[in-house]
């Protein structure tokens, strides 16, 4: 039976790359599908994954309608046997009902993949949805590891150095703008998260003289690499 599937977990822990293994294990089984995503790190019309793995997508706006395009190309003769969808934090609610009703009515398997909570450790309001509507929600086994060595649990924003937990939810990471400067984002442990020690927060404090001894101790610094000669 079709199944709405949500996998979730933290960034970098291989929800992108497990989308595009999917997506090679059902067509080399013969089936045929789509491949959706949004605000993708490399830009439009693409899902990537940090190892350099990439496939060409169809973006999804907020004025796409998957039971509309999934339709469409049924009635043009087009088998539809499995959506991937990546980035699917990003999706609106109306969307996710969508994709429920692809799985209900015409059989079609959904595989969903999104991180759950943001920069401010709230829900997405796709991921929300997805979590009440999904025939299962599967963390991913992979998991992203803090600076300090510990499992990431949370996602930070880093604005120029330093982590913010205010601001517009959607910032797409690793650009230059200036109005908000350097965006990027980090994988923290709950500890540092809500110490907001980022990695670069941490090395500053390691270096700086007046830190005492145990702020250290309670958010260790990892070893630097010996240098080479």
Known sequence: MAELVFFSGTMDC?????????????????RQGLIFTKLDRMGESVL??????????????????????????????????????????????????????????LGIDVHAFGITADFRTELFAGSRRLIELADRVQLLQVEALCWCGR???HNARIVD?????????????????????????EV??????????????????????DTLPFDLDVCAVPPQPPSRA
């Open 48 to 105: 990537s994954s940090r190892l350099g793995l990439s496939t060409p997508a169809i973006e999804v706006s907020d004025h796409l309608d998957f039971w509309d395009t999934v339709v469409e190309r049924l009635t043009q003769g087009a088998r539809v046997d499995y959506l991937i969808c990546d980035e699917a934090q990003f999706y609106t609610p109306e969307q996710v009902e969508q994709l429920a009703r692809l799985v209900d009515e």
């Open 151 to 153: 499992k990431a649990t």
């Open 188 to 209: 923290l442990c709950r500890r540092h998260y809500m110490r907001r020690m980022n990695s670069h927060a941490a090395r500053a404090a390691a270096l700086s003289p």
């Open 161 to 185: 150095g330093v982590m913010v937990v205010e601001g517009e939810q959607v910032v797409v990471g690793d650009t230059a703008s200036a109005s908000v400067g350097l965006v990027e984002y």
């Open 14 to 30: 291989g929800k992108s790359t497990l989308a595009l293994q999917m997506d090679h294990n059902n067509s080399a089984r013969g």
